[in-house]
């Protein structure tokens, strides 16, 4: 376990080699370094799992240095390794490993190859920072780290505008709600003194009185800058554009690691949440709201990797909404199924891009079940997890158990049995989309040429990826279970007199998720000139136009926060300071401009200005007189 600080070590110097060289790798040496730095990191966090694991310590501390004392205040480079943070590291090398093995094959040919990887190296290692870190100052250090990254790889194709754009609203949204989470590590140094996590898990409670107003603003700022990074309401709207990034980036990035933060911060920081059981509530609704809206969105899109985007977002509710229901481990669990399954659908998806020349309207594909079979056993696996088909996918296992503590907490508090009800809506919609994405690419006619794909490099990592999104997965259940334990992260604890309701609950949820797909049959196997015909109607084309754009809340923060700021921009360029000031000498100069257009030379002009001065100034004179007495 003392070599636990080369999972960091490895991405960086990976990332200061990528960096330096740029142009001068050729593509070969550009992989190798990128994909082998990646390799090795997940070698170490391999080992440092086995030893800890074996060490049978609740948890590790490596203190590396102090980073800086300014006042007392001395956060460390320190790392921490628990069973919550050996969870993450293994996800985020072991998945991120296979998406860097893709990224070889996928950017072949790209113009700055060795950029990318830089950009992809950092990102791991930063992100390793974020959930490796023992105190909450380092935690930010990676949270804005993985938030540069994210910049720079959505916007890699920078030569098209709207891809810059894209870059630049995810990093203003998530840099909003970057500031809330720093407000919320001011809140904490007020009452802890310290920014030491395990110290404030452990004390949160003898500190930290239960729903009082700094205890509610505290965690509400936590959870607003958890909400940030994961894309929940009202800081969702980043995500969907951020698929102008390459696919590979959308997987590591925006399936599988960085949006999870979020959930890794509040499931870390779970004692100052009990405190504040309003809060609690409000993350759940979010959670639930966001699920629900991204579903209705994700229904009527037809980018494929929009599609992927808005059911990331929906699948990220469910984390929330089992966060907010004191449902840790439901969450974390279904986190590590969705980072399975979500990358494989979106590297997946990218094969597809290529096979039909980068087209990513699902429109103008279809037939591609016969042209490469082993793709559509790949998006079939995929799809199936995202559905919760019981039984075979391991989604099915993960969101059951969600719902059916949701459902549990239902019971005591009414606000959770809505709630239940929400996800069990969301999870119909995610039949439909599913169905609806997967019919529509791999069955039908022909519409764009396609194009064969091979290499190992391609297929390795989806085959893996597949087997582990199967109902095979399950079996890691219970050593997550274990780690999240020795972790201190609470489990939900179903009362044994619930156990027959979570069920009937459980049975529901997969019910109602089955009529989905049976439904999303009916409407785009047999009845889909019905929908075109529904969607060219008044009404149909504004519903189709309202979900599509997920419910304006683009426009109306266009109207609410980009218009007024362009405004003051356009008034500030004008520099109204400076033009104010210049006022004075505007004066001057015409003073000056005056008087010097009075000396003329002409004597009748001066004795006419002379008699009309004293005319002045004798009615002056004259004039003060008479005020006087």
Same mark, same amino acid.
């Given at each position: 376990m003392s070599y636990l600080y080369c999972t960091i070590l490895f991405p960086l110097i990976g990332f200061i080699l990528l960096a330096a060289g740029r142009n001068k790798f050729s593509e070969s040496v550009a992989a190798v370094i990128g994909v082998g730095s990646v390799g090795l990191s997940a070698l170490f966090a391999l080992i440092a799992g086995l030893e800890f694991s074996s060490s049978g310590q609740q948890y590790f501390a490596q203190h590396l240095w102090t980073w800086f004392n300014v006042g007392g205040f001395a956060p460390g480079i320190s790392l921490h390794l628990d069973g919550l943070s050996l969870l993450m590291m293994g996800m985020i090398t072991g998945v991120g490993l296979l998406i860097h093995i893709f990224a070889?094959?996928?950017?072949?040919?790209?113009?700055?190859?060795?950029?990318?990887?830089?950009?992809?190296?950092?990102?791991?290692?930063?992100?390793?920072?974020?959930?490796?870190a023992d105190n909450l100052a380092l935690l930010f250090l990676g949270w804005e780290g993985v938030g540069l990254c994210s910049y720079l790889l959505i916007g890699y194709y920078y030569q098209n505008p709207a891809n810059g754009m894209a870059a630049i609203k995810a990093?203003?949204?998530?840099?909003?709600?970057?500031?809330f989470l720093l407000i919320a590590l001011f809140l904490i140094y007020q009452q802890f003194g310290t920014l030491h996590i395990e110290t404030i898990v452990t004390h949160a409670s003898q500190v930290m009185t239960q729903s009082s107003s700094l205890t509610l603003w505290t965690a509400l700022m936590l959870f607003l800058g958890a909400a940030g990074k994961s894309a929940q309401i009202p800081l969702q709207t980043w995500l969907a554009d951020a698929m102008a990034g390459p696919t590979p980036v959308s997987a590591l990035i925006h399936?599988?690691?960085?949006?999870?933060?979020?959930?890794?911060?509040?499931?870390?920081?779970?004692?100052?949440?009990?405190?504040?059981?309003?809060v609690m509530q409000f993350i759940s609704i979010t959670g639930a709201v966001t699920l629900l809206?991204?579903?209705?969105?994700?229904?009527?899109?037809?980018?494929?990797?929009?599609?992927?985007?808005?059911?990331t977002m929906s699948q990220l509710g469910y984390m929330f909404m089992a966060v907010g229901a004191e449902a840790y481990q439901a969450g974390l669990f279904h986190m590590l199924a969705h980072a399975f399954f979500k990358a494989l659908l979106f590297l997946s998806s990218g094969a597809v891009i290529l096979a039909y020349h980068h087209e990513q309207n699902i429109f103008k594909m279809g037939g591609l079940r016969k042209k490469n079979p082993f793709l559509?056993?790949?998006?079939?696996?995929?799809?199936?997890?995202? +559905? /919760?088909?019981? @039984?075979?996918?391991?989604?099915?296992?993960?969101?059951?158990?969600?719902? #059916?503590?949701?459902?549990?907490?239902?019971?005591?508090?009414?606000?959770?049995?809505?709630?239940y009800w929400v996800g069990v809506a969301g999870a119909f919609l995610t039949s439909i989309y599913t169905f609806r994405l997967i019919w529509v690419v791999f069955f039908g006619e022909e519409k764009t040429p396609y194009h064969e794909i091979k290499g190992a490099t391609y297929w390795a990592p989806l085959a893996i990826l597949a087997v582990l999104s199967t109902g095979l997965a399950y079996f890691l259940k219970a050593p997550v279970m274990n780690m999240l334990n020795t972790a201190r992260i609470p489990d939900f604890v179903i009362p044994e007199a619930l156990e027959a309701g979570v069920h009937s609950a459980e049975y529901t949820a997969v019910g109602i998720a089955l009529a989905g797909l049976v439904v999303g049959i009916v409407l785009f196997a047999?009845?889909?000139?019905?929908?075109?015909?529904? +969607? /060219?109607?008044? @009404?149909?084309?504004?519903?189709?136009?309202?979900?599509?754009?997920?419910? #304006?809340?683009?426009?109306?923060?266009n109207i609410v926060f980009v218009q007024p700021y362009l405004l003051l921009t356009r008034?500030?360029?004008?520099?109204?300071?400076?033009?104010?000031w210049l006022v004075l000498p505007a004066i001057v100069k015409g003073g000056n401009q005056f008087t010097s257009a009075r000396q003329t030379g002409s004597l009748r002009e001066y004795a006419s200005s002379m008699l009309l001065g004293g005319v002045v100034l004798l009615m002056l004179l004259i004039v003060t007189q008479v005020v006087g007495k």
């Open positions: 070889s094959w996928y950017m072949r040919g790209e113009e700055d190859f060795a950029r990318f990887f830089s950009y992809f190296n950092l990102f791991v290692a930063s992100m390793l920072v974020l959930v490796l990093f203003t949204v998530t840099r909003v709600g970057d500031v399936a599988a690691t960085m949006v999870t933060a979020g959930v890794y911060l509040c499931c870390r920081m779970f004692s100052v949440f009990e405190l504040a059981p309003e809206v991204a579903g209705f969105a994700a229904l009527v899109q037809t980018d494929i990797k929009r599609i992927l985007a808005y059911s559509f056993a790949c998006f079939l696996i995929g799809g199936g997890a995202l +559905a /919760a088909i019981p @039984f075979i996918t391991i989604g099915f296992f993960s969101k059951d158990a969600i719902l #059916g503590a949701v459902w549990a907490q239902g019971q005591s508090v009414a606000l959770y049995h809505s709630l047999f009845a889909y000139h019905a929908i075109k015909s529904f +969607a /060219a109607t008044s @009404f149909g084309a504004g519903l189709v136009n309202i979900c599509r754009n997920a419910f #304006g809340f683009d426009a109306l923060y008034i500030s360029g004008r520099d109204p300071v400076d033009r104010l």
